[in-house]
């Protein structure tokens, strides 16, 4: 028996990475998962390896950004599964650049999907959740958006939008029985990253974090499984580090 046997979630950006990691964890707890990506080949093969072990799932194309579209993704979750418990919002971009370097395209790009894109998925859950009065939110933020960083000037921004967006709506929806709350790693080593951290190097990025080491996706999946566990239902508005001590407080 899963921990979370029943129980319906839906991942956003879970083609690879962080968000591929969650949706295998919480299937490997019982969850069928909406794995939601723009990424067709690589979120199908996520759906796929689910359901190749015994698992329930089923890939979704969504663009975050597109209200209607995150729409008809939930309603696919409702017609196919019966019900959306969890909704963790793992969609994001960064870029890598100077802000005097930048140009609008670069910020609205991360605006769009980094904090239109959570908008979009919880206002579409809501109603459902709502009306049951239960429902687990998780957040994926970053440690960027807690203390700012350099050369990540606006994720930075889009991050910490998400992070007091988080605390805004523990407070709104706790009469609801619907908890809000927010994962923030640091450097993680995905696919994404993978450039940055070469660029960089892995040895010296890892001095930076207490435990001296890099964060891997399973890391982060095991922090939000905590959040959608029956253990953490007296817990909202949180934000959580998990990122080896770099933030610490």
């Not at 991942?11 to 969850?31: D, N, P």
């Not at 904090?115 to 687990?136: A, D």
């Not at 009469?175 to 660029?199: D, H, L, R």
Request: charge should be neutral.
């Amino acid at each position: 028996m899963g921990r979370l046997d029943g129980k319906v979630a839906i991942v956003t950006g879970a083609g690879r990475g962080i968000g591929r990691e969650i949706a295998l964890t919480l299937a490997r707890e019982g969850a069928a998962v909406v794995v939601a990506d723009i990424d067709e080949t690589n979120g199908s093969k996520v759906a796929e390896e689910i359901n190749s072990v015994g698992g329930k799932a089923i890939f979704v194309r969504t663009d975050v950004t597109d209200y209607e579209n995150v729409g008809k993704m939930v309603k696919r979750a409702l017609d196919d599964f019966g019900g959306v418990d969890i909704l963790v919002n793992n969609a994001a971009v960064w870029n890598i650049k100077l802000f005097k370097d930048s140009v609008p395209d670069d910020w609205m790009r991360e605006i769009r999907i980094n904090v239109i894109g959570v908008l979009n998925c919880i206002h579409n859950v809501l109603p459902h959740m709502m009306e049951k009065r239960s429902g687990r939110i998780v957040n994926i933020a970053s440690d960027a958006g807690r203390v700012g960083e350099p050369w990540l000037t606006t994720y930075s921004g889009t991050k910490g939008y998400v992070i007091s967006l988080t605390k805004a709506l523990a407070k709104e929806l706790g009469k609801y029985n619907i908890t809000v709350n927010c994962v923030s790693p640091g450097v993680t080593k995905t696919p994404g990253a993978q450039k940055f951290i070469e660029s960089v190097g892995e040895e010296k990025l890892a001095k930076a974090y207490p435990l001296r080491r890099l964060a891997e996706p399973k890391d982060i999946a095991n922090a939000v499984l905590f959040f959608v566990l029956d253990e953490s239902n007296y817990i909202t508005g949180q934000i959580l580090s998990v990122s080896g001590g770099y933030v610490v407080g």
